[in-house]
T-cell receptor
């Protein structure tokens, strides 16, 4: 398996623009997580899905952030409008209760977002 | 709610020195515990985990961690570090309860000097 795939790897955008981050989880995994990593706040869980259904979005910072998982192989995290304080590395991770190490999360390479 | 504390934010060691990174968690019930490593410019990878049984768990690359329930701790150790161990290390906890949510600590940056 290719692992968790995220795109783009780097995104530079201007304040006020819409940003969409994409994630393809490992095939067969039924959980998907979105994290944000910054120097100041460390690694924060934004939202996670189980079988494409959002379970906990309490970490989503504000209404400008939204996440969807239309099917088992694709998820998006959207920021609209973007602000400089959204600059961070955004990680997607997936896991499975069915096989392998229970609850081990496999992380993607991350998307480094810079909002100017 | 579960939480994790990593008190060492930045550790600098010389090669061959011994390593111990602290991790304390807060949760009222049974827990699953993890250590993840993030090498520079890379994503997080699982180093080791504890679910049950022997509280001393061994992971990859010579790392081990000991779960001490009475102290709510899960410290990471390595007897002799190498330059290639330079990375950021994250402790994480999951409260057993059927949910997948894992709470990560703020991370400890380890710098190993050749």
């Amino acid at each position: 398996d290719a692992g968790v795939i995220q795109s783009p790897r780097h995104e530079v955008t201007e304040m006020g623009q819409e940003v969409t981050l994409r994630c393809k989880p490992i095939s067969g995994h039924d959980y998907l997580f979105w994290y944000r990593q910054t120097m100041m706040r460390g690694l924060e869980l934004l939202i996670y899905f189980n079988n494409n259904v959002p379970i906990d979005d309490s970490g989503m910072p504000e209404d400008r952030f939204s996440a969807k998982m239309p099917n088992a192989s694709f998820s998006t995290l959207k920021i609209q409008p973007s602000e400089p304080r959204d600059s961070a590395v955004y990680f997607c991770a997936s896991s499975s209760t069915g096989t392998g190490v229970p609850y081990e999360q496999y992380f993607g390479p991350g998307t480094r977002l810079t909002v100017t | 709610a579960q939480s994790v504390s990593q008190h060492n934010h930045h550790v600098i060691l010389s090669e061959a020195a011994s390593l111990e990174l602290g991790c304390n968690y807060s949760y009222g019930g049974t827990v699953n515990l993890f250590w993840y490593v993030q090498y520079p410019g890379q994503h997080l990878q699982l180093l080791l985990k504890y679910f049950s049984g022997d509280p001393l768990v061994k992971g990859i690359k010579g790392f081990e961690a000991e779960f001490i329930k009475s102290k709510f701790s899960f410290n990471l150790r390595k007897p002799s570090v190498q330059w290639s161990d330079t990375a950021e290390y994250f402790c994480a906890v999951r409260g057993s309860g059927g949910y997948q949510k894992v709470t990560f600590g703020t991370g400890t940056k380890l710098q190993v000097i050749p």
